[in-house]
């Protein structure tokens, strides 16, 4: 079962548990709009030491999936492998 807190006063709630990793966290939010419709998207907040706050950066599920597509060509560059095209 997902847990599911509760529309804050912007019509956003978060749905299921944050993933904590080091440094950063992953969660899963949803709002709903004016005509009834919910749009949901993954919020990364990763913490910046340089101004020592939380930067949150929103990806919805289209961004994951051109993402996915490609996720083996950057992981094999990040590796040290030569990838060309991404």
């Known amino acids: ?6 529309f804050n006063s912007y019509g ?14 992953v969660s899963i939010s949803e709002k709903r709009k004016d005509d009834g ?3 949901r998207w993954a919020q990364l907040s990763k913490f910046n030491k340089n101004t ?6 929103s990806i919805f599920a289209t961004d994951l999936e051109f993402l996915g597509l490609k996720i083996p060509d950057l992981l ?5 492998g030569v990838s060309h095209g991404i």
């Not at 079962?1 to 509760?6: A, G, L, Y």
């Not at 956003?12 to 966290?25: C, N």
């Not at 094999?76 to 040290?80: I, V």
């Open 12 to 25: 956003i709630r978060q749905v299921g548990e944050r993933v904590r990793l080091p440094g950063m966290s």
């Open 1 to 6: 079962m997902i847990t599911m807190s509760e």
């Open 37 to 39: 419709s919910i749009v």
């Open 76 to 80: 094999s560059s990040l590796q040290g």
């Open 52 to 57: 020592n706050t939380y930067e949150n950066f």
